[in-house]
């Protein structure tokens, strides 16, 4: 039995990165008839502080983006996380299954609390146990990522496997990340040696969703690169990470390979790549973010769409952790 469980941190603007490495993939898996889940991780997102109402607008604007880019809540499940009160309950429950050794070795806690420690939430370090009951709470098999979030979800599989062993059952299924495509990392247009990130404070560092043609022409003409036009073959990328990037870029908005792109393109200079780039992109982001402020206009219905996911949801949610809970040894008497 396949099931498929994914979640977006409603923090901020959706990135070309969150768009190509994994709303797009979330699509075309829907649409291979997989069961999907998809999840509005908002319990995750106030880990960092966030301003209510910011929260709620971003919150609203990510389902609107979801729907616009083709997840349709008759086939997909899409909620927003803190509807379904299960996710926290099953987040307490890994949390005595996980060990702190394997929390601090998380990459994303060590980037992000850097050398702060100290002043972060408790929430910070415990996300990836969070994540771990998102996706075990529902049993799911796959989980599409990008690459930042492998080692999350092979610690979601340690913490399975451990459950499994400590209470001597054979419970929780192991799930398998799915990273697959040419965007699976798409890095900064500032930096190639960064991801691509909504919480970055440089915004011509990414693509949002939302941005208009001139302001995605406008960034791409002004992303770092080296001068060399680009090379005949993908070998000689190497160690060219933001002509990479670009390129790998262009190859998963065209859904072609990067050998492709290189066939076309190979021996032109950034001057010519760079415009079709920005026409490639606004050709595909710009229906969708039309779609997107006409369902905007509409957060009533957003809403409502939300809370039928949600019931959806916590319909499956609900057996797996009572019977997590009795594995455990709670006494459930109501
Ligand atoms: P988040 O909100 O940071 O990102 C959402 C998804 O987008 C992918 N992504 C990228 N892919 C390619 N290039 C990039 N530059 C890029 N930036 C982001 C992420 O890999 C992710 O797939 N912890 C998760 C949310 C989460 C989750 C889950 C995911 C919570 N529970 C359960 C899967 C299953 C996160 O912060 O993603």
Request: proline share 5%; aromatic share 6%; charged share 25%.
């Amino acid at each position: 039995q396949k099931r498929i469980f994914s979640g977006i941190q409603p923090s901020g603007n959706l990135t070309l990165g969150n768009y190509l490495g994994a709303l797009k993939r979330f699509v075309q898996k829907q649409d291979e008839g997989i069961e999907t889940i998809y999840c509005l991780v908002d319990l995750h997102a106030i880990t960092v502080w966030q301003d209510p109402e910011a929260l709620r607008r971003q919150t609203r604007e990510a389902a609107a983006a979801f729907i616009a880019a083709g997840i349709d809540p008759a086939r997909s499940i899409l909620f927003n996380q803190s509807q379904v009160s299960a996710h926290a309950e099953m987040g307490w429950l890994l949390n005595c299954v996980a060990r702190m050794g394997w929390m601090n070795r998380m990459t994303q806690w060590k980037d992000k609390a850097g050398k702060n420690a100290e002043k972060q939430s408790l929430g910070l370090f415990a996300y990836p146990t969070l994540m771990a009951a998102d996706i075990l709470l529902y049993h799911a098999t796959m989980v599409p990522v990008g690459e930042d979030q492998k080692q999350h979800v092979e610690l979601t599989r340690d913490i399975a496997a451990k459950f499994n062993h400590d209470y001597k059952v054979d419970f929780f299924p192991s799930p398998a990340p799915l990273i697959e495509g040419a965007a699976t990392r798409v890095m900064s247009l500032r930096d190639g040696s960064k991801k691509m990130s909504k919480s970055d404070p440089s915004d011509a560092s990414r693509i949002n969703m939302t941005d208009d043609a001139d302001t995605i022409a406008k960034k791409f003409r002004k992303a770092v690169t080296d001068p060399e036009p680009l090379p005949e073959t993908l070998e000689g990328l190497e160690g060219r990470a933001e002509a990479r990037n670009l390129v790998n870029v262009y190859a998963a908005l065209a859904d072609i390979s990067p050998e492709q792109v290189i066939a076309e393109f190979g021996g032109k200079g950034f001057g010519t790549f760079k415009p079709a780039l920005a026409d490639l992109a606004v050709s595909k982001l710009e229906p969708i973010s039309t779609e997107m402020s006409r369902l905007m206009a509409d957060p009533a219905e957003i809403d409502r769409i939300l809370g039928v996911g949600a019931e959806k949801a916590d319909a499956i949610a609900q057996p797996i952790l009572a019977k997590t809970l009795d594995i455990m040894g709670m006494i459930r008497s109501r």
